[in-house]
């Protein structure tokens, strides 16, 4: 389905520029995306480098293996085909809770190394697996506890509620994931999206006879086995815990220890200063725990931190084809005029159905490019105020959606993955119901 999607942006573009006459955007849309996709593959380097090593310390501390074992119920049921035991599980839900908490420079560089685990399990090296298209579906709708972009943005041009979509978000992004979620299990079984099938691995018993296993049964090979955390070093992880806890009340409840409260939060809710605290408190914490919990049990930190840092550096340099290619064909299309001759042929049936033609462009715009929908949200705000009800749906559907077609592009780029099947279906399904769930639920909150 990208193949199609990226020929046909690259067709329209030129089809639609001409006879605009805006070529010379055109061809200037082509210069600048393959400029942005270079310029942000390199600005990757240091994040993935830095982020990957800190996984590279949780999966030898056996970190990762914890984080999955206590969702086990949930992540067998999402992804029946990957064994409990393997990396890609922790991998994929310390990528899941990064995007809850609005965390994008850290959610990237682990949903990168979740595909890097799952493509382990790829019986069809360039073909997406059913669990690499059902967590790509999580990511399109994942659940937003702060959308921090949208938030900011309506705080900086004077909105007198700023937070007020943190709640209009979370709904619409419940009815976003529950959204890829369905899509992914149902569009998996279409004939036109299976994969041929791949005889399960065998094992030989006592007897020496070949017993088959099921895939969700496989035990990934372990490594040599890790010191256990001595009496001394568990005192030491609970202070650690109590001086967090701390730092928690001390962000979220400044008054309760004598200190002003800032004057960006004072209008702030109780719920909404405790979220803020989590999500300031998230990076910190994550990038000390885990190289203390690792040295605690007797891991070289400094030495394993360094392995995954190269890593991650050989993966950001990978995915500049891939990001070239789609951002080329996505700035040649909206230069040249693509997106405002949909919304103008759009506009009276979205009348007539309900949907603020205003909101068509950032709808459009959404799947394709975080920066061009976050400007688009920048012009509605300065045309129509920061607390306009249209202002507000775009604010939801910015904190309630995904750039699918960049998140695909990197993710799957990241391990050569070509042929996408149902997960560009089913992200763009996500997309739809965030959209049209943003629009109904600020109608009922907002439209007094």
């Not at 070529?23 to 995306?33: R, S």
């Not at 009348?351 to 688009?376: D, H, K, T």
């Not at 990197?410 to 997309?431: E, K, P, Q």
Request: hydrophobic share 55%; with cysteine; aromatic share 8%.
């Amino acid at each position: 389905m990208l193949n199609y999607i990226w020929l046909g942006l690259i067709l329209l573009a030129v089809l639609i520029g001409g006879a605009a006459g805006k070529m010379k955007e055109v061809t200037e849309g082509a210069v600048d995306g393959s400029k942005i996709a270079a310029t942000m593959s390199i600005g990757l380097i240091g994040i993935m480098a830095l982020w990957l090593g800190v996984m590279r310390l949780a999966e030898k501390s056996g970190l990762v293996l914890k984080l999955a074992s206590g969702l086990r119920p949930v992540l067998r049921w999402l992804f029946p085909e990957v064994p409990v035991n393997h990396p890609a599980m922790g991998s994929m839900v310390m990528n899941i809770s990064a995007n809850m908490l609005g965390l994008s420079n850290a959610a990237t560089p682990l949903g990168l190394r979740a595909m890097k685990d799952l493509e382990t399990l790829n019986k069809h090296p360039g073909t997406a697996t059913n669990a690499m298209c059902m967590f790509l579906a999580i990511n399109t709708g994942s659940i937003q506890l702060l959308p921090m972009t949208a938030v900011a943005l309506m705080a900086s041009a004077g909105s007198v509620a700023p937070t007020a979509i943190i709640g209009t978000a979370f709904i619409a992004t419940l009815f976003s994931s529950t959204a890829g979620i369905f899509a992914a299990k149902t569009l998996s079984k279409l004939r036109w999206f299976r994969v041929p099938k791949v005889e399960s691995v065998a094992s030989v018993d006592a007897s020496g006879e070949t017993v088959p296993t099921k895939p969700s049964e496989v035990i990934v090979e372990t490594t040599a086995p890790i010191a256990p955390v001595s009496g001394w070093g568990q005192v030491v992880l609970w202070a650690f815990a109590a001086a967090f806890v701390y730092f928690f009340f001390l962000i979220a409840f400044p008054q309760w220890f004598g200190r002003p409260i800032p004057e960006d939060v004072q209008q702030q809710n109780q719920l909404v200063r405790c979220v803020n605290a989590i999500s300031i408190l998230a990076i910190p914490l994550i990038l000390s725990f885990f190289p203390l919990y690792s040295s605690l049990r007797k891991i070289p930190v400094y030495e394993e931190f360094v392995e995954g840092a190269k890593e991650g550096f050989h993966v950001a340099i990978r995915i500049i084809p891939f990001l070239v290619t789609i951002l080329v064909a996505i700035t040649m299309f909206r230069n040249a005029g693509g997106i405002d001759m949909i919304t103008d042929a759009l506009r009276p049936v979205l009348n007539i159905v309900g949907f603020p033609p205003e909101l068509v462009p950032l709808s459009l715009m959404r799947p394709l490019s975080g920066s061009g929908s976050i400007a688009i949200l920048g012009d509605m705000i300065n045309t129509l105020g920061p607390d306009h009800l249209f202002t507000r749906m775009a604010a939801t559907i910015l904190g309630s959606t995904e750039t699918t077609f960049y998140v695909i592009t990197l993710y799957f780029g990241s391990v050569a993955v070509r042929r996408t099947r149902h997960a560009v279906a089913a992200g763009l399904f996500a997309d739809g119901v965030g959209i049209i769930a943003s629009i109904i639920i600020c109608r009922i909150v907002f439209a007094i």
